[in-house]
């Protein structure tokens, strides 16, 4: 959910595994089926081992050998395994699932021909496709690929709305990257941040909404669909609306069946959810507000604010990370946003886990996500400190992660969303 992209800006040209004419790979949901065996990997039980000693490691150690379950605590992001999948993708989703995700997440952005499709912005796709590597495509994007030079970084803007839904679907999901000193479209697929694998960047699956829905059915999992920020005028093309826009966003889900219930829909635009309280309440009860009001404006504002979503009817508040702790006396607290959430009633979720890179180099250099609590993490167990003050102080109901399975072992240790 994080509005701006992680991209790597690198001098060298990175070797990209992404092929420049992809073939077309088949979305059916024919084979899929609800998840039993939930496999979480080495990273956990890394982490746990990395703590420092106290009741906490002690506690998550006893769970080592827990059969475990998935989690509607534990909610994929972008797919839910973006450190190692290209984001979006449907093997990013399905290694998501695969890792106890109880709730999977596409970002909706619409194509030209208003089709609804998931990535993470609408104006991403140059850095999170291939679509640079296509010269048929390249061309028709706002700003077409143009090399470093003069100084100058290698640059290039490509919408959904640059193209239709089948060209869109022609494209391979890859790293969010770019690398800014290319001098060839291949060489700027690259830029690949070092503590992101590159293994499986190999041609990931694009998706549309309802594609993501029928996989996600098929799964048995929950929904959690965000409404990006067009960026692009809007009107579009004339009279595709806002408001037009976030019905058929909502439609989608009706015409496929799903129940609101199941469904935890998201904008970081607060009209959005002002109108889907007036006409679709029976989905706004779980929308979620993404409130990074105190990015512009300042902490006392953000924590101002929650009175009026509370007034007007919003249930869910969804901050990232830093809004809700904050360091004392060494430690990691809740801050006066959380408590000023909980105090109103409103149910708080939060992003994004694992999205940062090693916890040493985030203590040495700083890092958005733990921007509020720098000073006191310096190594990559705290990671589950800072899961538990979430879990138990701030009383989050659920946290999006860029690796689902840190989250979902939390979770089962602790009877959460199960």
């Not at 420049?20 to 065996?37: E, F, I, R």
């Not at 420092?52 to 534990?74: H, I, T």
Request: net charge neutral.
């Amino acid at each position: 959910m994080l509005f701006t992209p992680l991209v790597a800006a690198v001098s060298l040209a990175a070797i990209s595994h992404v092929a420049a004419k992809p073939t077309p790979k088949p979305s059916s949901t024919d084979n899929l089926k609800p998840m039993t065996q939930i496999e979480l990997g080495p990273r956990p039980y890394y982490l746990v081992d990395n703590m420092s000693d106290g009741p906490l490691k002690a506690k998550l150690s006893s769970c080592r050998e827990l059969k475990m379950r998935p989690s509607s605590f534990s909610i994929a992001h972008r797919g839910g395994a973006p450190l190692q999948f290209p984001e979006h993708s449907r093997e990013s989703n399905l290694a998501g699932a695969r890792m106890g995700a109880g709730i999977l997440e596409c970002d909706v952005a619409f194509t030209r021909d208003l089709e609804l499709v998931c990535r993470h912005s609408q104006c991403d796709l140059h850095t999170t496709t291939n679509v640079v590597d296509v010269p048929r495509l390249n061309a028709k994007c706002t700003q077409p690929f143009a090399p470093a030079s003069d100084g100058q970084p290698a640059s290039a803007k490509c919408c959904t709305s640059d193209f239709t839904l089948q060209e869109f679907k022609s494209l391979c999901s890859k790293m969010d990257s770019f690398n800014a000193s290319a001098a060839t479209p291949g060489d700027y697929l690259g830029g690949i941040l070092p503590w992101r694998t590159d293994l499986y960047n190999t041609c990931g699956t694009t998706m549309s909404l309802k594609e993501h829905i029928a996989m996600t059915r098929a799964l048995g999992l929950q929904f959690t669909p965000e409404l990006k920020t067009p960026q692009v005028p809007m009107p579009f093309r004339g009279n595709y609306t806002q408001q037009r826009y976030a019905q058929q966003f909502i439609d989608t889900f009706k015409e496929a069946g799903i129940p609101p219930s199941r469904v935890y829909v998201q904008s970081f635009l607060y009209d959005d959810i002002l109108y889907w309280l007036q006409h679709e309440p029976a989905f706004a009860r779980q929308a979620m507000f993404l409130d990074s009001v105190a990015d512009l404006f300042g902490m006392d504002a953000a924590v101002a604010n929650l009175t009026q979503y509370k007034e007007d009817g919003v249930r869910y508040v969804a901050p990232p990370l830093p809004y809700l702790v904050t360091a004392r006396d060494g430690k990691i607290v809740p801050s006066e946003y959380a408590k000023r959430a909980k105090q109103l009633g409103l149910k708080i979720l939060t992003w994004s886990l694992e999205r940062s890179g090693p916890i040493a180099e985030v203590h040495a250099l700083g890092d958005y996500f733990y921007g509020s609590i720098q000073d006191v993490v310096t190594r990559d167990g705290d990671i589950y400190t800072l899961v538990d003050v979430l879990a138990r102080q701030v009383g989050v109901a659920g946290m999006f992660s860029d690796w689902t399975a840190t989250v979902t072992y939390y979770a089962n240790c602790f009877g959460l969303g199960l």
